[in-house]
């Protein structure tokens, strides 16, 4: 609860070698707080915050990368919000992206879009979506898992966080990929993406719309697109 406060984060940060080594510890809560703690100390509506990406580089200096994606492996730690929502935060630097996918999460995290409640796919989408920003690797191998054909259902969802982080990942994986476009079509992405331009709780729409110009490349879609009332 500590870790929530902004002023206390900054104190907090200077201990976060000491709560690395926590998370390998055999009791279960006390992995549980670990985790929730070092979530808040990563968590800033500013990714540029000096002080936020001050407390990420703590945390991949004293090793959480490695303990963290053993986690998402422990089927002990539920919910995993937390856990996914941590490596989304530490991702968020260019090069802890390569870390963060070499150290074997993003299969891990593509089972949460199967098996996790709305929170854990939220997070878990958004964990995908900044692994795979500017990063044709990390691209590969979330398209190659079959992603797409999970994202395409979520455009439907109930949840708007959900419809809209999967839009996004969509868009990420849209980028510089033939392969990845003609199957988003084949897996009927192009109604329900219209579909969201009227929805008033997907804002801003600037991935959606980049989705669509993606997908307008190829002359047929075109009129695909056109006819499904884009």
């Given at each position: 609860?500590?870790?929530?406060?902004?002023?206390?984060?900054?104190?907090?940060?200077?201990?976060?070698?000491?709560?690395?080594?926590?998370?390998?510890?055999?009791?279960?809560?006390?992995?549980?707080?670990?985790?929730?703690?070092?979530?808040?100390?990563?968590?800033?509506?500013?990714?540029?915050?000096?002080?936020?990406?001050?407390?990420?580089?703590?945390?991949?200096?004293?090793?959480?990368?490695?303990?963290?994606?053993?986690?998402?492996?422990?089927?002990?730690?539920?919910?995993?919000?937390?856990?996914?929502?941590?490596?989304?935060?530490?991702?968020?630097?260019?090069?802890?992206?390569?870390?963060?996918?070499?150290?074997?999460?993003?299969?891990?995290?593509?089972?949460?879009?199967?098996?996790?409640?709305?929170?854990?796919?939220?997070?878990?989408?958004?964990?995908?979506?900044?692994l795979t920003t500017e990063n044709a690797d990390n691209k590969n191998t979330v398209a190659n898992l079959g992603v797409i054909e999970l994202l395409v259902p979520l455009l439907s969802d109930?949840?708007?966080?959900?419809?809209?982080?999967?839009?996004?990942?969509?868009?990420?994986?849209?980028?510089?990929?033939?392969?990845?476009?003609?199957?988003?079509?084949?897996?009927?992405?192009?109604?329900?993406?219209?579909?969201?331009?009227?929805?008033?709780?997907?804002?801003?729409?600037?991935?959606?719309?980049?989705?669509?110009?993606?997908?307008?490349?190829?002359?047929?879609?075109?009129?695909?697109?056109?006819?499904?009332?884009?």
């Open positions: 609860n500590l870790s929530i406060d902004e002023v206390n984060k900054k104190f907090l940060t200077e201990a976060v070698e000491l709560l690395v080594p926590l998370l390998t510890k055999v009791n279960v809560k006390i992995r549980q707080y670990t985790v929730k703690t070092l979530y808040n100390l990563s968590a800033h509506s500013n990714k540029d915050n000096a002080e936020y990406i001050s407390s990420r580089l703590a945390m991949v200096r004293a090793g959480a990368i490695q303990p963290l994606v053993r986690l998402l492996h422990d089927r002990n730690i539920t919910p995993k919000s937390n856990l996914a929502g941590l490596l989304w935060n530490l991702s968020i630097d260019k090069e802890h992206k390569v870390m963060v996918a070499n150290a074997g999460a993003i299969q891990p995290l593509v089972n949460l879009l199967r098996e996790g409640n709305t929170r854990e796919v939220t997070e878990a989408l958004g964990a995908l979506s900044s109930a949840g708007s966080k959900k419809r809209q982080w999967a839009c996004t990942l969509l868009y990420r994986l849209s980028v510089k990929s033939e392969n990845n476009r003609a199957a988003m079509v084949r897996a009927g992405v192009i109604h329900p993406l219209v579909k969201l331009f009227h929805d008033l709780s997907i804002t801003p729409q600037n991935f959606l719309a980049g989705l669509l110009w993606n997908l307008s490349i190829e002359k047929e879609r075109k009129v695909m697109i056109a006819n499904a009332g884009a």
